[in-house]
């Protein structure tokens, strides 16, 4: 029963305008799904895999797996990049992908501003095969949740800033999709089932030296939807050696409270992979039918990354690799 509950549930919630966008506590190391000037920033083509398990325990709850790949191409100062993924929640079915397209406006050592545009194709689906009815089969149930999937798909443009600096700091902005989709069976504005609203997405970050060994990386996300309270995330992490990386994160929702609080852990296991977990706390009144939330992520560079140089010459290990 639960399962033909929650996307009810989630009809209301994007009815009344709320977060409807997949959301990923390790956002810092998956920029590219909210913002397609990120494409090319690396330097070298590389590959993000994700996948997120969502207040675990939960029949029907959200799980979500992506898969992106950005890439300089043919100059450093043009990106290009690819995001496919998927979240289930109930009989929901969620399949996106998008294309990028980067523009580094100011290209220096130090500094970099991209600006980014991309198109977007979004199925979505509700699978009445997969209800669980009190009565299966027997009097009084609608055949069509036993046999009917409701799916359409919709097309969208989203743009995007991002910039470095100093190579210790980014901030960037982005909005995913522009066009507000009518979202159901009925194109009839009076009878509006549900609707795509804008996500406006705010990002910054820094790499700050403790000392030689030690870097503090402090990390932020606003999240906001016309006519729901911004939402936020907080980050703290620690690197040691560029190889092993610690932090806390916070998400602060609609009504201010804390909604989760996570562990984060990456480890650099080669000079081009690195492997990330991280497991959310879940704070909110649906904490006593959850055992919280949990998300697994692998990153790969295609081939080595240039190593930058600080003016005498030597090498600058000063940047994590998969932070900026």
Known sequence: MKKILFPLFLLVATVACAQQDHQYTQFMYNKLLVNPAYAGVRG??????????????FDGAPKSALASINSPFLSKRVGIGAVLSHQQAGLQRDFFGSLAYSYDLISSENTSLRVGVQGSLRS????????????PGGPGVDPSLITNRVNDVYGNVGAGVYGTFMQKFYVGFSLP?????TIGLNSN????????????????????????DIKFLPAIMVKYVYGVPINTDINLNLDINNKFTFGVSGRVGGGGGLESADLLFFWQATNQIGVGAAYDFTLSRIRDFTAGSFEIMLQADLKPQPTPKSKKGKKNLANPRFFL
């Open 44 to 57: 070298v083509p590389s590959v993000t895999a994700i996948y997120r398990n969502q207040w675990a325990g």
């Open 124 to 135: 979505l689906a509700i699978n009445f095969a997969e209800a669980t009815t009190a009565n």
């Open 177 to 181: 999709r522009i066009y507000s989709n």
């Open 189 to 212: 504005p009076a009878f509006v089932t549900a609707k795509e609203y804008r996500h406006y997405y705010g990002m910054a970050g820094a790499v700050l030296p403790i000392n030689k």
